[in-house]
Nanobody
Framework: QVQLVESGGGLVQAGGSLRLSCAAS????????MGWFRQAPRKEREFGAA????????YYADPVKGRFTISRDRAKNTVYLQMNSLKPEDTAFYYC????????????????????WGQGTQVTVSS
C-alpha cells in the first residue's frame, strides 16, 4: 500500500503562483508514475501532469502546459506541482495520484492509470 498526502493549496490572485506537494509513504519502490489531477465543481476529474519515477520524464495536459511544472525529490519521496500564471479556471480540488504501471503510450493521463490517491487540496484563484 501507498499513502499520499497533499499540501500547499490555498487562495491566490490570478497571475500568482502556488506549489503543491505530495508526500508518499509505504511501498513507494513499487511506483512507476506520479500524477496530479484536478476536479472543479460539477466537472469531471481531469488530468494535469505526470512524472515517471524511473527517469523523471514528464507529461502535461494542454491547459497547464507551459505554466505548471511537475518535479520529484526521490530522497524525500515527494512530488511537487509548481503552478505559475494561475487563472480563475484553475480553481479546483487538486489530487495527487500514484501508479505501479506506466502506459506504453507514455501518456499516463487516465485516472485508471493510477492505483493510489491522496485526499486532495483546494486551490482557489481569484480574478
Amino acid at each position: 500500500q501507498v499513502q499520499l498526502v497533499e499540501s500547499g493549496g490555498g487562495l491566490v490572485q490570478a497571475g500568482g503562483s502556488l506549489r503543491l506537494s505530495c508526500a508518499a509513504s509505504g511501498r513507494t519502490f513499487d511506483l512507476n508514475a506520479m500524477g496530479w489531477f484536478r476536479q472543479a465543481p460539477r466537472k469531471e476529474r481531469e488530468f494535469g501532469a505526470a512524472i515517471r519515477c524511473l527517469d523523471g520524464n514528464t507529461y502535461y495536459a494542454d491547459p497547464v502546459k507551459g505554466r505548471f511544472t511537475i518535479s520529484r525529490d526521490r530522497a524525500k519521496n515527494t512530488v511537487y506541482l509548481q503552478m505559475n500564471s494561475l487563472k480563475p479556471e484553475d480553481t479546483a480540488f487538486y489530487y495527487c495520484a500514484a501508479g505501479t504501471r506506466y502506459p506504453m503510450n507514455n501518456r499516463p493521463s487516465r485516472p485508471t492509470d493510477y492505483d493510489y490517491w491522496g485526499q486532495g487540496t483546494q486551490v482557489t484563484v481569484s480574478s
